[in-house]
């Protein structure tokens, strides 16, 4: 049980993620927000004898219930009640950072400024009044440097000095004299059924209410007199709207910005405004209308040269030692005179079969060091913005392309993203579209292949994969598009961080998770699907390991001639693919374990039963058809249908199955083998 707990809010791309690693280190707890499937962060960390849990909320630019992740930001600051809320700024945006400390001090809650990005500030020429500011706001300021570490100590110093801090007076924006006076009508209102002023605190609720929140509204709706509350608030709203001549949301808002833009008139001074930054320099190239997209292919040209190119050397140490592991074991076993089957299991399940994918494990390394690098620099985010007009163009939000720039990772969180879409038609065509975004997982399968056939292009034959699937995606985008009805088109507003040098540890720890989940994946659902593989392949007893009557030859033996118009009819592919539904990576052990000799062994029988032409056809197959078993799952669950969920399955497996065939027999036309 923690002493003290501590949140960690801020707007996306303030350097929290850094300060949390900062503060947390390597004690990191990563799970799920109860009743939602968002992954949130938690650590803990000794200090003085105190234990000091950190709970990193998601980065958010206001405390609305416009987004689950604002919910569940503002949800966890009313009901958990932490000690302390550290809420990270950046200092060279205080104007933007400052509306969600506003929304914050008026839920009530404990907030600490993380004051975040100084030398950025100073390099800008911007100087704060820490002193006159903390005092104006009446919360403890800690400037900090977070890439560098500098700061930290005086963070959690200041956390344990004000962990049991109340204020002495209630923090209070004027509104203006009128809604002030509606305000105060609606707090005594409030303050006379108990039930609802036990929930949350009065005033914030008040103007929560005159806002018209629906998340506000359904807790109240439940109370004794919620009903006549509402109706009355209500009526309220309408009359003051009509007495003020604007919307009352953007009243509230407004007036919320006029109190920070004083604020920062007072005690933020800038001596280099007219100066042009390089982050603005190097944005008029890299997010240039005609030369956006071609600058962002090309670099992710650069990211596979890199990945494929340090990667090479270490597979084939990889290769070797599991080789050499392979016979090792073999020797060992029959040495101490284990049985046949036994020694089966070990070297041609386990190890062939875990061996065959963790092969890879030297390109995940330097494809994830590859994206941290661009995505600490900053550029992701302007990929994001490069892609709005190309998203509009086929009917999408440009919103829409934040998931799918996360399917490149995994599918599963880039589904689960689309709920920050803010309409049913969007989501809906992003979700189907989504599973054709090639991700890391598919990338067994592809590396596996190209160094096969494709030694010398394999950046040029994966680049070729991914654009494959991007094309997929558009082309049912525009074919789902004109059966769903239309929506209005909103804007679509990023933020666009300033560039900044990543820093080896942030870009080490992006690695490290990345990977770690793929290695959880192996000491589980691949490891299982392994033994199953070993297990058919096995039975029944009286035949050979692995050969077309065994359980599992003559299983896919059934389904093997659908796939020979695409050029790998033979059942070891067809249950390979059968298998991969559970996880892609699955069919890159499952061929580990049904094409006996280890990884020489893996590379020898695919070279005798492949062609190039079949294997690209093979990869097309894997990339295009139905989704692992965790992306179907993550569909049923964000479409609330099983309607969409059956129609995105077979879409898939027919598509994949078409362009497989026209790929193999167009190839063979040409003149291609």
Known sequence: MANLTVAL???PNT?????FNNLTGAKQHVGNWPGVTVEKKEGKILYEGKL???????GTYSLGAYSEDEIIAREYILNEKPDIVANVLDATNLNRNLYLTVQMLEMGANVLIVLNMMDEAKKMGIE????????ALGVKIVPTIASKGKGIDEIIKTIIENSNMKRDTEFKVDYGEK???QIDKLVQVLKKDREIIAKYPVRWMAIKLLEDDNNVIGQIQNTNNGKEIIKHVRSLRKALEKELGVNLDSCIISKRYEFIEDLTEQFVTESKKDIVSPTDKIDKIVTHKILGIPIFLAIMWLVFTFTFSFSAPFIEWVEYGFSALSKWTETALISIGASQLFISFIVDGIINGLGSVLEILPVLFMLFIAIAVLEDSGYMARVAYVMDGPMRSIGLHGKAFIPFLLGFGCNVPALMSTRTLENKRDKILTILANPFISCSARLPVYILFTSIFFSKNQPLIISSLYLIGILMAVISIKLFGKVLPKNEDSSFIIELPP???????GVLIYMWEKVSDFLKKVGTIILAAVIIVWLLSSLPFNVEYASSE???GRISSVIAPIFKPAGFGTWQAAIALIFGVLAKEIVVSTLGVVYKGGIYGLNTAISQHFTPLSAYSFMVMTLLYAPCIATIGTIKNETKSIKWTVISVLYGLIAAWIISVLIYQIGLRLGFM
């Open 550 to 552: 065994s359980f599992i």
């Open 52 to 58: 000091i849990k950190i709970v990193d909320l998601p």
């Open 499 to 505: 560039y900044r040098f990543p820093t080896i540890k």
């Open 179 to 181: 809604v002030e006076e």
């Open 15 to 19: 350097g929290k993620t850094c300060l």
């Open 128 to 135: 704060i009044d820490i002193e006159k500011l903390s005092s």
């Open 9 to 11: 809010a801020g707007n």
